[in-house]
């Protein structure tokens, strides 16, 4: 089955800074590649997913660049706001048939 | 449009206990999730419904746990008996399409004691 690991599991920036997240991915057949967001005590939210037909998806400060060669996605996040505080799930799967599995969280944190 | 509801929102029960999570998903959604999600780890897939039929329940413990989805709109996931172990957030998610786009509830956290 599919396994995506995640990193780093912790990062903090100062805000304004731009923060990065990075997932690989092993199954070769995996096409779609959400993220979510998970505020403390909240439930998962999507906030951007890419489909493997695409290298890049832009929504105004997130973006998600695909590199199915070397099967790794990233989540960018520019301008970044005290809001953008929470824990990041990327996940993959193939929309074919696959369960979507996710990867192990990113906990991110602005700094004032 | 109302969101994934789900009930209760904590649970505290002693070991050996039965146990039940109940989920409305979003109007209209065909497909319903039941994650698990342990402290600081991602959500892992227990069971999926399209309509009525558990179509993926690989995942799902089936000598304690249980699912159901009567009518292909309300689901509950029952523990019985509940272990240690069991203690986690019991995530329930739907989608209009398998895979695609989808909207989880707030979750229920357990605690068994």
């Known amino acids: 089955g599919e396994n995506v690991e995640q990193h780093p599991s912790t990062l903090s920036v100062q805000e304004g800074d731009s923060a990065v997240i990075k997932c690989t991915y092993s199954d070769s057949a995996s096409n779609y590649f959400p993220w979510y967001k998970q505020e403390l005590g909240k439930r998962p939210q999507l906030i951007i997913d890419?489909?493997?037909?695409?290298g890049e998806k832009k929504d105004q400060r997130i973006a998600v660049t695909l590199n199915k060669t070397a099967k790794h996605f990233s989540l960018h996040i520019t301008e970044t706001q005290p809001e953008d505080s929470a824990v990041y799930f990327c996940?993959?799967?193939?929309?074919?048939?696959?369960?979507?599995?996710f990867g192990t969280g990113t906990r991110l944190t602005i700094i004032p | 449009e109302a969101g994934v509801v789900q009930s209760p929102r904590y649970k505290i029960i002693e070991k050996k206990q039965p146990v039940a999570f109940w989920c409305n998903p979003i109007?209209?959604?065909?497909?319903l999730y039941w994650y698990l999600q342990n402290l600081g780890q991602g959500p892992e897939l227990l069971i999926r419904y399209e309509n009525e039929e558990a179509v993926d329940d690989s995942q799902l413990p089936k000598d304690r746990f249980s699912a159901e989805r009567l009518k292909g709109v309300d689901s509950t996931l029952k523990i019985q008996p509940a272990e240690l172990g069991d203690s986690a957030v019991y995530l329930c998610?739907?989608?209009?399409?398998?895979?695609?786009?989808?909207?989880f509830g707030s979750g229920t956290q357990l605690s068994v004691l």
């Open positions: 890419i489909r493997s037909n695409v």
């Open positions: 998610a739907s989608s209009s399409r398998f895979n695609e786009k989808l909207f």
């Open positions: 996940a993959a799967s193939n929309l074919g048939n696959e369960k979507l599995t």
């Open positions: 109007s209209g959604h065909n497909t």
